[in-house]
């Protein structure tokens, strides 16, 4: 692995780049930064270009001005893209880092050859969850970065005493984030549309991957999204809430090369 700051206009942003091959761009979720996907980067490095990037306000990326939304992140990625001489990709993102996926779906389709979502999802916010969210933002402003990814984060992985290593490594993380981050974060997913037009009308390949027990993208919710792609690959992670990538390493690691391999080569590989 190599790292590297790249500048985009007046904001640097960090990126993570392994192995070399087809460029595979993966994009971490809210409250996370690129390390998120260190094992599936590492696993996927001797067969693809792997790049990573820290999405801006989070880990060493710079916090983009304003209230930007998901189209801006997917601009900003667009050119930095573009400035390492990547004309097409396949990009996997998690959560958040999925609706920038769909959003740079969306607007620049010609760049991508396939895409993921993560533990994602292509609906808008409904009003309780706009509520759940601006209610979020309220505690963030009384209490600060950390304490809210305090009481957050736990309820994101199925079992939090098994994953008790793993949730400790995010607030650690997590004690480096600004308020004014997480807050632009909530703001752009408040306000971003629906975009399950852009699987319905793709005649790419489209990855889902659900977890089980997840409460940020419920299950029946993820699944009844999956239909409307012309090409679908759907895995579900049995053991896993929202967290899959750490809960279930490994079959993350199959599903995400078995995705990979089938999108270029257009052979089906299952995963047991």
């Not at 820290?54 to 801006?72: A, F, H």
């Not at 997590?174 to 549309?193: C, D, E, H, V, W």
């Not at 690691?253 to 299952?270: D, H, K, P, Q, T």
Request: hydrophobic fraction near 40%; aromatic fraction near 8%; proline fraction near 4%.
């Amino acid at each position: 692995m190599i790292t590297k700051h790249i500048q985009v206009g007046n904001v640097s942003i960090f990126c993570r780049v392994y192995g070399k091959g087809f460029p595979v761009v993966m994009l971490h979720g809210f409250g996370e930064d690129g390390a998120i996907w260190e094992e599936q980067a590492q696993s996927l490095s001797g067969d693809y270009l792997v790049i990573v990037p820290d999405l801006p306000g989070s880990g060493k990326s710079d916090l983009l001005k304003g209230d930007p939304g998901m189209d801006d992140f997917a601009r900003l990625l667009h050119e930095m893209l573009l400035s390492e001489k990547i004309s097409t990709c396949i990009m996997i993102g998690h959560s958040m880092g999925g609706y920038i996926t769909l959003a740079f779906a969306e607007l620049f389709p010609g760049l991508l050859h396939s895409f993921g979502l993560f533990h994602s999802s292509a609906y808008a916010d409904q009003p309780e969850k706009i509520t759940q969210r601006e209610k979020a933002i309220e505690f963030i402003d009384s209490n600060g970065a950390a304490a809210f990814l305090k009481t957050s984060i736990p309820g994101m992985f199925r079992d939090p005493k098994v994953s008790e290593l793993e949730i400790n490594n995010l607030l650690k993380k997590g004690s480096l984030f600004t308020p004014g981050a997480l807050k632009q974060y909530y703001r752009a997913m408040i306000n971003r549309p629906d975009r399950t037009n852009i699987i319905k009308n793709s005649s790419k390949r489209v990855l889902f991957v659900l977890g089980q027990h997840d409460k940020a993208v419920p299950f029946i919710q993820g699944l009844e999204q999956t239909h409307l792609a012309s090409c679908t690959y759907i895995y579900v992670l049995r053991q896993s809430a929202h967290m899959g990538m750490r809960e279930e390493t490994v079959k993350s690691n199959e599903i995400l090369s078995a995705f990979l391999r089938s999108a270029l080569n257009g052979v089906i590989i299952e995963v047991q």
